[in-house]
């Protein structure tokens, strides 16, 4: 039985690009709500009472149950694909890397690209502007390391893309929009180019 995938979302979060890509390179059909987060949109009674209590995007909407969280987005679309490894330590090894982009990369490449791209850094807080030196450099640190792994290999985990790469690509490919200068990571640069050459890829809006 074919199940209907709907993806709550705002486009210009690389948290919800990750699911869109998962989708297209898996050929899955996913339609999409779309919601305007600097708006308050996922703030109303309405979504915290039906789609997500915590407020929050992106959301997979499977039939008539609601999933947070994009890494496990990714993973319930993955699952049993070859996205996801067979091999029971690079499955964990994939993990790895999904929660370091949650942990490590996210919080602060991403964080960056946000306030300087969407917000803009005239409309910063005091407190915001007093971090952007500390975010600046854990974001070259997280972009460090995973250049330095990626210069010996192709993908992240095993010899073929996994949801590893796909959950680092959306906000790392839009770093430069959060001052990273991609430049200084060309292992990165070639990981970039080679991810973007899948068949059934898309690009983040």
């Not at 074919?2 to 996913?30: F, M, W, Y």
Request: charge should be negative; proline fraction near 5%.
């Amino acid at each position: 039985m074919t199940q209907r995938l709907v993806l709550h979302e705002d486009p210009c979060s690389g948290n919800c690009h990750k699911i869109v890509l998962t989708a297209a390179l898996l050929g899955l059909p996913l339609e999409r709500v779309q919601y305007d987060i600097t708006r308050g949109e996922t703030r109303t009674p309405e979504f915290l009472a039906t789609v997500n209590a915590n407020g929050r995007i992106p959301v997979l909407q499977v039939d008539d149950r609601f999933l947070p969280e994009s890494n496990a987005a990714c993973w319930y679309l993955a699952d049993g694909t070859a996205l996801v490894p067979a091999d029971r330590f690079a499955r964990a090894d994939m993990l790895r890397w999904m929660f370091f982009e949650q942990y490590n990369h996210e919080p602060n490449v991403a964080t960056l690209r946000y306030w300087l791209h969407i917000l803009g850094e005239d409309n910063l807080s005091e407190a915001q502007r007093g971090q952007l030196a500390a975010k600046r450099a854990a974001g070259d640190a997280a972009l460090a390391l995973m250049d330095e792994h990626l210069a010996t290999r192709d993908w992240f985990v095993g010899d073929g893309a996994t949801l590893a790469d796909i959950v680092l690509y959306p906000y790392t490919s839009a770093s430069g929009q959060g001052g990273f200068a991609l430049g200084d990571y060309p292992a990165i640069g070639r990981w970039l180019a080679r991810l973007g050459k899948l068949p059934g890829f898309v690009a983040m809006s």
